[in-house]
């Protein structure tokens, strides 16, 4: 049964955190008909988070749920294994069907952090994909030219450049597009780098004889840069399954001129107040700082809860703004020698090694550039070499929000 929607309704859904909508006129009319839409969104799980850039489409299908409508989520475990080539600058490497299986798990499970998952249907794409034979495969090449595929942006610009692209690549679209047909799609989402490959979606149901699929273009999250789009590939995101103090940490960290586009994107502040809070942003009226704790508080409380949201700010206060540590800062037990040699109880230890295995960066890279920009610190003093010095209960502070006491045992 689906719930009446009224004009201010109807604006959010058309105009709030969307792109495009193709066609805008079709969708409405469709609406109007009131009979549930099947609402398609696929996600090739070639890695094993969603962050809060793939949030933004999310809430868009749960806004369009809680009226009636039918939410389909589609497993990409075909098309991850090959990689989505949209926005990449080379092929990507291809993933075994176990991995794919291993991260769409996680996936689902955040899916529905947003998603309402009693209202959701699920399906996998080796369902049909899975009887796939070559037939099959060359009805879809022949509707299509390489030249329509040469022709977009990504693609252009690596032939242009003589870099390779895999036929593999090539394919992708024509899988994707193919998702909408065996599911009977009325409406697909993606960000706005997926704009070739749901008209391509949209063609071939009308090539088949389906009625055309509408494509709700969405935005693209900036990431905490405030540069690029959201990555976990860049190291700007913020997962929806993150720590509610990381997460929170986070979103503080991001610079003053995208909070507009985080609250607008990832909240459901309404119209009048985003419009009150940026007129006082640009009067300079307002501390930047407090607006961003509402935002991180209303963020954490979306994936966590509102207790989490509220010691979240407890701990980025007395941590980041006071400089204290955390009360449940994370500690690591290690033996000192105690000798001739060392009476102080002193150990030299490799902080890139510390660093990485005791997760305060996500990689021996990120470590060493910490490093080299004077963000680790041992008791407030900052160390800017890859070898230190540590006794018990020293503390390692690693950036602005991650902590290890030293603690002998």
């Given at each position: 049964m689906l719930s009446s929607i009224n004009p201010i309704q109807l604006d959010n859904i058309l105009h709030r955190g969307v792109t495009d909508i193709i066609v805008e006129s079709e969708f409405v009319r469709l609406l109007e008909k009131g009979k549930p839409l099947r609402l398609k969104m696929g996600f090739d799980p070639s890695r094993p988070d969603i962050h809060l850039g793939h949030a933004v489409g999310l809430r868009k299908l749960r806004e369009l749920q809680d009226i009636g409508h039918q939410v389909v989520l589609i497993v990409g475990d075909w098309t991850a294994q090959i990689g989505d080539p949209s926005g990449q600058s080379a092929t990507r490497q291809m993933l075994s069907a176990e991995e794919v299986r291993e991260n769409a798990q996680t996936y689902l499970k955040q899916f529905f952090k947003v998603v309402d998952k009693s209202k959701t249907e699920t399906v996998w794409q080796s369902e049909w994909f899975g009887k796939f034979t070559l037939d099959n495969v060359f009805d879809l090449t022949r509707r299509f030219t390489v030249a329509q595929f040469l022709a977009r942006d990504d693609f252009a610009k690596r032939y242009n450049s003589k870099q390779p692209i895999a036929i593999t690549e090539l394919l992708y679209p024509l899988l994707q597009a193919y998702d909408s047909v065996a599911i009977n799609s009325d409406v697909e989402f993606g960000g706005s780098d997926q704009r070739f490959n749901l008209l391509v979606g949209r063609d071939l149901q009308g090539m088949l004889g389906q009625r055309q699929q509408q494509c709700f273009i969405m935005p693209l999250l900036v990431g905490t840069d405030g540069v690029q789009k959201m990555s976990k590939s860049l190291n700007n995101y913020i997962g929806v399954d993150e720590p509610p103090s990381d997460m929170y940490g986070k979103?503080?960290?991001?610079?003053?001129?995208?909070?507009?586009?985080?609250?607008?994107?990832?909240?459901?502040?309404?119209?009048?107040?985003?419009?009150?809070?940026?007129?006082?942003?640009?009067?300079?009226?307002?501390?930047?700082?407090?607006?961003?704790?509402?935002?991180?508080?209303?963020?954490?409380?979306?994936?966590?809860?509102?207790?989490?949201?509220?010691?979240?700010?407890?701990?980025?206060?007395?941590?980041?703004?006071?400089?204290?540590?955390?009360?449940?800062?994370?500690?690591?037990l290690v033996r000192f020698a105690t000798d001739s040699e060392n009476p102080s109880k002193s150990l030299t230890i490799n902080f890139v090694d510390l660093i990485t295995t005791e997760k305060l960066a996500s990689s021996r890279s990120e470590a060493k550039r910490l490093i080299s920009q004077n963000a680790v610190s041992i008791n407030g003093v900052v160390s800017n070499t890859e070898t230190n010095v540590v006794g018990p209960n020293d503390i390692i502070r690693v950036g602005r929000r991650r902590f290890l006491k030293i603690v002998e045992g």
């Open positions: 979103i503080m960290s991001i610079p003053d001129n995208v909070i507009m586009n985080y609250l607008e994107l990832t909240t459901s502040t309404s119209k009048q107040d985003l419009e009150q809070i940026n007129n006082e942003l640009q009067a300079e009226s307002v501390n930047p700082m407090d607006i961003k704790k509402m935002l991180a508080k209303d963020i954490v409380s979306q994936f966590h809860d509102e207790a989490s949201a509220r010691e979240s700010e407890l701990t980025f206060v007395r941590t980041v703004q006071q400089g204290s540590e955390p009360e449940d800062v994370k500690t690591l």
